[in-house]
């Protein structure tokens, strides 16, 4: 009995998709039929990700590089904002996390918000390893490769977390967006802006009170 999965890739790199595109189908199970499309940047990840609800065709599986060009309306500025927004509009898509970061704290926000059924490192990624990573995600999630679980471990005692409107707000910062100015980008008042500008500084023990200083401590650590 045939199986049928459809895949969303997205990646900016179209070498990489092509690399994946082709370990997949070349790996599959007999039985196994892939329906396989590709988004290069955010703007065409949520256009596809609607259309396959609309068609009816939902994706089961979605694979996403964290690190994105913005869409063009600014409000997708990462893999992660497409992950949050596969997890609201295709609640059953199994997410697998791809990415060539390697700042432990990123992957334990990434993990702590998303519960991905998949997180690999591409610079470990080897083609059967994403072989057999697929195969796992899709019977027995969740796969985290070797990387993630040590990392994951290393930040066992660490409760650096952010929420999306912290994690927008050091995003906006980084665009060099006045703090003034955020409360038109992020769905709070000004007084709520400044309150959670205080909190992020406290969180990441930023001692001189700089915006410059939070951000570069962020960016360190992998948070933007």
Known sequence: MKETIRILMTDDHP????????????TKKPQQELHIDTANNCDQSVEAMYKSIHTEQPYDVLFIDIK??????????????LARLARKIL???????????NETYRIHNIVEEFKPEGFLIKSDLTSRELASAFQAILHHPPFYSGSVNRYLKQTIISDIYLDDKNRRILYLLSQGIKTKNLAE???????????????????????DGQDETLIEEARKLGFI
């Open 68 to 81: 994105m060009p913005p869409s063009e309306d600014g409000k997708y500025t990462s893999g992660e904002d």
């Open 185 to 207: 980008h992020v769905d709070l008042s000004l007084s709520g802006v400044e309150k959670r500008k205080k909190q992020l500084k406290m969180l990441f023990a930023i001692e």
């Open 15 to 26: 070498m990489i998709l092509e690399g994946y595109q082709n370990t997949l189908l070349s």
């Open 91 to 101: 609640p059953k898509a199994k997410i697998v996390i791809l990415t060539m970061f």
